[in-house]
């Protein structure tokens, strides 16, 4: 498969995504950055965003198995992965499979639920494997997580640990619609209170796994040059140094800012990576991976004000 025949399955998704879901487009399109190389996102965002409704019509323009997880203060790692249980007619354990075996998981409000079961997605995400009771199982090579969390409810949340916020690719902050498409989301969807039905909308699976498994082998042969590279290393080992952080992007963190620096260039219809690229990605893909220093707090700095500082004084490639 050739850019362009990756370019025609992405804008196929996109347009059945936009079905649903008016603007976002920048959301769409990193949406499709990450599953051209099965990464992981994390959608932060208010209340009434349309993080779920996204995630579900993007689920609805492919093929992938799409299952679903409302996180809770009272779930527990067995209600995720599931659990053998003994069938007395045939004198042995039986798995029960939890949620979690499935292609395309909605991790919904995953800050609501403790370490413990939020620790049960680890494993998965960084290995595509569950293992129970000592016994490993595949989850597979399209297994892909979509997690959502609200920024500004505490109270009953427990923040995602560094090890957990490292295996997401992507962290993307969903902002209110601009005027326009507020106006036109309230002219589609304002004579009802609920979520709008994606049965309403006829959106239609258009790439299978077979499809997805070439885009992406296609996309891992994109011409990333040996200075590219280089910059984005030294992107990476400034936020380590950097005097208001006191955990900066890890070499994990450096291998996805290429591998999406990689998609996101098919995306843009070209079949090598430019520094433009590498800067319009790195605040997603390292935002998360940052934590800032307590003085740093104290003076209201963000790990997006410090990145684009990063990357303003870090010359790119010609």
């Known amino acids: 498969m050739d850019v362009q025949g990756i370019r025609a399955v992405t804008e196929a998704v996109r347009g059945e995504v936009r079905k649903a879901v008016v603007g976002q487009d920048a959301i769409i399109d990193l949406m499709l950055t990450s599953l051209l190389v099965g990464g992981h996102i994390l959608l932060e965002g208010v209340p009434g965003t349309a993080k779920t409704l996204i995630t579900r019509a993007f ?16 779930l527990m790692p067995g209600d995720v992965l599931g659990t053998n249980l003994f069938n007395f007619q045939t004198n042995s354990f039986i798995l029960t499979k939890g949620p979690i075996f499935t292609q395309l998981l909605l991790a919904d409000e995953i800050n609501r639920t403790p370490p413990k079961t939020q620790a049960a997605l ?3 995400m960084n290995e595509r494997t569950v293992t129970i009771d000592g016994k490993d199982y595949p989850l597979g090579d399209d297994f892909m997580v979509v997690a959502t969390q609200n920024p500004i409810e505490q109270q009953g949340t427990y923040p995602l640990p560094e090890a957990q916020l490292d295996r997401f690719l992507l962290k993307l902050i969903i902002e209110h619609p601009s005027r326009d498409e507020e106006c036109e989301i309230v002219w589609r969807h304002g004579h009802r209170t609920a979520m709008p039905r994606l049965e309403d909308f006829a959106l ?5 796994s077979a499809i997805l498994a070439q885009a992406r082998d296609a996309v891992a042969r994109i011409k990333l040059s040996e200075p590219l590279v280089e910059y984005i290393v030294d992107v990476c080992r400034a936020t380590r140094e950097h005097s208001s952080l006191e955990v900066g992007a890890s070499t994990r963190a450096a291998n996805m800012l290429a591998s999406a620096s990689r998609a996101f260039a098919v995306l843009q219809g070209r079949d090598f ?3 433009d690229d590498i800067k319009f990605l790195a605040l997603p893909v390292l935002r998360h991976r940052l934590t800032l220093s307590p003085s740093a707090e104290i003076e209201g700095l963000t790990p997006d004000r410090i990145l684009r500082e990063v990357i303003d004084q870090i010359p790119a490639p010609r």
């Open 204 to 208: 239609k699976a258009v790439a299978d």
């Open 122 to 124: 680890l494993q998965a």
């Open 273 to 275: 990576v430019i520094p």
């Open 59 to 74: 689920a609805a323009g492919l093929t992938l198995q799409f299952g679903r997880i409302q996180f809770t203060p009272d």
